[in-house]
């Protein structure tokens, strides 16, 4: 009997149980012997392997984190690691894996198919920062949770009149808080990819104040702390350059939980499907993706060539719907 393995691995993110539910059930309908793989490549190299069949990814479609649980794995980036990880899979008889993260996993995924595993890799990351896809798996749920938090804080911004500053995760991408901030009416966005300096953010402020709005939300991306010094960095220049009442909210891991929202269930129902669906067509080193609302798959190589372009018309539009 033919079998697949799957795991998940890298940062988790909500929706990673809906894409692992996918790969399970469609395996199974196809006939697959289905192998879960715990701990991502770590759990591989401890042979943490367990066989699933259809009622242990019920209940399963609505939960965040992972079923399969997550890690990082230093050992498996070592061509002696990955040679281990060969033997356990020959062992166990799994000639496909299907690996659900980011592009660090991809990567993982991509030199397992130098060595003969037939790879499929599917995104799942809050960081939607994988160019080839429109989106990743979790991106959704991570944007509904920071607007929620958004709005939140703004009542109480809007009540002091002060002026607050809401960190978001994303790595070196600024998409987490390109399109929360967007969505949330922030009156300022600091990302990565687009240089900004405190005094146009102190500019900014002024222009809103002047027309009676007293309070400000910058939605700042954690990996365009640089340009701002950080969100105290950028709280001390502010409160310094133009005293007014700084506080800062960091999200953190707030981000990376909770229950996926519809549009994360379906990405990773359909993107699970299909990564059988490939398996079954004997591809392998391939990652699946949306573009323009349908379901692609590309060599991961390519994939990961790809450089990220950044939305500089949704920045601009925030721009000037903040004023
Ligand atoms: P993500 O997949 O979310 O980007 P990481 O970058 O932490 O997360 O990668 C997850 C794991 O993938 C790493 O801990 C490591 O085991 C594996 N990995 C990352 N990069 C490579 C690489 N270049 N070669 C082999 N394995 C890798
Ligand atoms: O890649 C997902 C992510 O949540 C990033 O946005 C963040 O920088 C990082 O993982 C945090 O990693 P950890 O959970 O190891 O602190």
């Known amino acids: 009997m033919k079998s697949i393995g799957v795991l998940t691995s890298g940062g988790d993110a909500p929706g990673m149980n809906a894409a692992i539910r996918a790969v399970v059930r469609t395996g199974i309908f196809y006939g697959y012997k289905i192998y879960g793989i715990e701990r991502g490549y770590r759990g591989l190299l401890d042979e943490e392997i367990i066989e699933m069949d259809l009622s242990s990814v019920g209940d399963i479609i609505q939960r965040g984190g992972t079923i399969l649980k997550s890690s990082r794995c230093e050992e498996f980036k070592t061509p002696e690691g990955r040679e281990a990880a060969v033997e356990i899979l020959e062992k166990y008889g799994i000639e496909n894996l299907v690996v659900i993260g980011g592009d660090g996993s991809f990567n993982g995924a991509n030199e397992l198919s130098k060595l003969g ?9 809050i960081d939607n920062d994988l160019a080839y896809t429109d989106y990743t798996i979790g991106f959704d749920t ?8 958004i709005s ?3 009542d109480t911004s809007s009540s002091h009149e002060r002026v607050n500053i809401i960190e978001v995760m994303g790595r070196n991408c600024g998409d987490l808080a390109l399109y ?9 966005i600091v990302v990565p990819e687009i240089e900004i300096k405190s005094d146009e953010i102190v500019k900014r402020i002024r222009t809103t104040q ?7 939300i910058i939605v700042l991306a954690e990996g365009a702390g640089s340009f701002v010094n950080g969100a105290i960095g950028l709280k001390n220049d502010l409160m310094e350059k133009d005293g007014v009442d700084v506080r800062i909210t960091v999200l953190g891991h707030v981000q990376r939980g909770g229950s ?3 549009f994360d269930r379906i990405l990773a129902s359909k993107m699970g499907n299909r990564a059988v669906e490939l398996i079954i067509e004997g591809k392998t080193a391939k990652v699946v993706g949306i573009k323009n609302n349908e379901t692609i798959d590309m060599d991961i190589s390519e994939a ?3 450089e990220n372009n950044f939305d500089e018309e949704s920045y601009e539009i925030a721009k000037v719907l903040s004023i």
């Open 142 to 149: 991570a944007m509904n949770t920071i607007i929620d938090a």
């Open 117 to 125: 595993v037939h790879t499929i890799g599917i995104p799942g990351t």
């Open 304 to 306: 990961l060539s790809l």
């Open 152 to 154: 939140k804080i703004r």
């Open 260 to 262: 996926p929202s519809a």
């Open 210 to 216: 002047k027309r009676g709005k007293k309070h400000s």
């Open 180 to 188: 929360s901030g967007l969505a949330g009416g922030a009156e300022t």
